[in-house]
């Protein structure tokens, strides 16, 4: 007996043509996680709901499950944030990053948990306004990190545990470290940098909002080089534990 289909909310983050007509199209789901799904005929210009199944669209879809991808019937926008995303460059890479991020953190997530979907979905649309792209993009990957159990240390040190504040960071480390611990090849951030994570790790948004008006009346720049400087810790540690950690669950997941 076939199974039943079932509706979930989803976000498009990878299409790619399937045959004369069709396309596979990777979603991320809010109840069922990562989802590989086909769309029949959604490229011939009949197609009712073809041009919805795109990046930053997120929607209402229909799914009948199958042996090795899903069928889309059909799909209701429930948001589009393209617009205000895809005429700026910086919002436009920051937004392909959130999905890019997104969807190699799902592949270690349980997938009944709307988490990781409600996460993506709120911070596309901030991504929209957001005085500061990559910080809000920094945010997200950070609190996510931390959804996956994989948070880095920012003010005890991650290795002994001494309280900060610590002026190292390694990821293979756990993040902030002390001057006892620290490997070699640490990076040696001021200690605003890994404050200035923490606030975004915690959603402290008033914080953030005023050391940047503090900079910006002093006009000394020290928050865009803060800023800069946490984008590259955030990022090395995605990094090191989506290599570390995802790889294998990845390479099993495409086999
Ligand atoms: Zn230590």
């Not at 396309?23 to 709901?49: E, P």
């Not at 209701?76 to 969807?103: K, Q």
């Amino acid at each position: 007996m076939r199974a039943p289909s079932f509706r979930d909310r989803a976000l498009v983050v990878r299409t790619h043509d399937f045959g004369e007509a069709d396309r596979v199209v990777v979603l991320l789901t809010r109840g069922n996680g990562l989802v590989r799904c086909v769309a029949k005929g959604v490229r011939r210009t009949r197609s009712r709901f073809g041009s919805r199944l795109q990046p930053f669209v997120e929607l209402d879809v229909q799914l009948y499950p199958g042996r090795n991808l899903h069928s889309i019937t059909g799909a209701d926008t429930v948001a589009y944030h393209g617009a205000g995303l895809i005429e700026d460059y910086t919002r436009y890479t920051c937004a392909c990053a959130v999905l890019e991020s997104a969807e190699r953190l799902a592949v270690a997530e349980s997938g009944d948990d709307p988490w990781l979907f409600d996460a993506s979905a709120a911070t596309l649309g901030r991504l929209r306004t957001a005085p500061d792209p990559t910080v809000e993009l920094d945010s997200f990957l950070l609190r996510a990190m931390g959804h996956a159990g994989w948070a880095p240390s920012l003010f005890d040190c991650a290795q002994c545990g001494r309280p900060g504040p610590h002026h190292a960071f390694h990821p293979a480390a756990g993040g902030a470290v002390c001057g006892t611990c620290r490997p070699p090849g640490a990076a040696t951030p001021d200690e605003a940098v890994l404050r200035l994570m923490w606030w975004l790790t915690h959603g402290s948004w008033a914080a953030v909002d005023e050391a940047r008006a503090s900079s910006e009346r002093s006009g000394d720049g020290m928050f865009t080089d803060f800023a800069g400087q946490a984008h590259q810790l955030v990022r090395a540690h995605l990094q090191w534990h989506l290599e570390h950690r995802v790889r294998s669950l990845d390479l099993l997941d495409q086999g």
